[in-house]
């Protein structure tokens, strides 16, 4: 098994780079990844900007902040890394608005954000791909599902109040191996120590229950062979999980979380389903692997929200 995780030292030494080392124009990079893409390519990114920056309206915004404010990190730095290294290839002085963060509600105005709710009233949340050296984390060459271990893993943080109600019903449950990894907060009796993704992968089944946002782990469990047992998300990044379906991408369980041994005992009787869920976030994970086309997607959602805020 293998991990596409990001060194954290050459990402940080790359990230201040940015800052002092000029880049070309807009114009000149879109031009040279349109090179690199073909049709297929850019049609499906064109359907991904579209869901990523909803806000169609032209009209003036109030702007608190400049493309150069991304140049003096605040922490978190990530956020500020993240958004430069796109913001970089328009007019520093162009203004912008950004909330960064574990953002849960709609910005008043325009705003680039990491996180937005799934509603259809999210316009005013335009999403960038940002701290993703801790969210975009993928998995290679993980074993066989059917060679796995058939109960549902899990090592969360347990500090808000719906997986408090989880660990309560179901840390004792002969289906689950689930730990609380703080030792403030949560239930003492729950605390387990943190264990590597590698063996949270002998396990069928991985638990995946929003934190403060959206769930950390959510992008290597749907890239591996296990599968992410959870809610219908409300939340969403990059990561789309707007559009996950439950059944086919991952294993829905109900909000209360009172079909869960129903739900594992079904999958576990079932694997030709379990298989199919299996390929289907596969698929949803491979869009996010090709690089140029992230950054093709990064780069004409800052444009469409320079465009739209007559920031351009």
Same mark, same amino acid.
């Given at each position: 098994m293998k991990l596409n995780k990001q060194n954290k030292i050459f990402y940080y030494f790359r990230s201040f780079s940015r800052i002092y080392i000029p #880049? &070309?124009? /807009?114009?000149?990079?879109?031009?040279?990844? @349109? +090179? @690199?893409l073909n049709s297929q390519n850019i049609a499906a990114a064109e359907t991904r900007i579209a869901y990523y920056n909803k806000h169609? #309206?032209?009209? #003036?915004t109030s702007h608190k902040y400049t493309i150069k404010d991304l140049k003096d990190p605040k922490t978190p730095k990530a956020y500020y890394f993240d958004s430069y290294e796109y913001a970089r290839y328009f007019?520093?002085? &162009?203004?912008?608005? /950004?909330v960064f963060g574990d953002v849960t509600e709609v910005p008043e105005v325009p705003s680039i954000v990491k996180s937005r709710p799934i509603s259809e009233n999210n316009?005013? +949340?335009?999403?960038?791909?940002?701290?993703?050296?801790?969210? /975009?984390?993928f998995v290679q060459n993980d074993k066989n599902f059917l060679e796995k271990k058939p109960s549902l893993f899990g090592r969360a943080a347990v500090y808000q109040e719906h997986r408090y109600l989880f660990f309560d019903l179901y840390f004792d449950h002969p289906?689950?191996?689930?730990?609380?990894?703080?030792? &403030?907060?949560?239930?003492? @009796?729950?605390?387990?120590p943190k264990i590597s993704i590698e063996k949270h992968l002998e396990y069928k089944f991985i638990l995946s229950l929003q934190g403060n946002d959206v769930a950390t782990n959510l992008k290597w469990i749907m890239s591996s062979n296990s599968i992410a047992v959870m809610p219908k998300p409300t939340l969403e990044t990059w990561f789309m999980e707007g559009k996950l379906i439950g059944g086919k991408h991952f294993i829905e369980i109900k909000s209360d979380y009172s079909d869960l041994?129903?739900?594992l005992n079904f999958y576990n009787e079932n694997p030709d389903e379990c298989l199919m869920i299996i390929e289907n976030a596969h698929a949803h994970c491979r869009q996010f692997f090709n690089k140029d086309v992230e950054d093709y997607c990064s780069l004409r959602v800052l444009e469409k929200y320079f465009y739209n805020t007559k920031s351009m």
């Open positions: #880049s &070309t124009s /807009f114009n000149s990079k879109i031009k040279h990844l @349109k +090179s @690199k169609e #309206s032209i009209a #003036s007019n520093p002085n &162009t203004p912008l608005n /950004f316009q005013n +949340s335009i999403l960038l791909n940002l701290d993703k050296a801790r969210h /975009f984390v289906l689950c191996n689930i730990g609380q990894v703080n030792k &403030t907060g949560g239930n003492p @009796k729950w605390l387990k041994e129903e739900q």
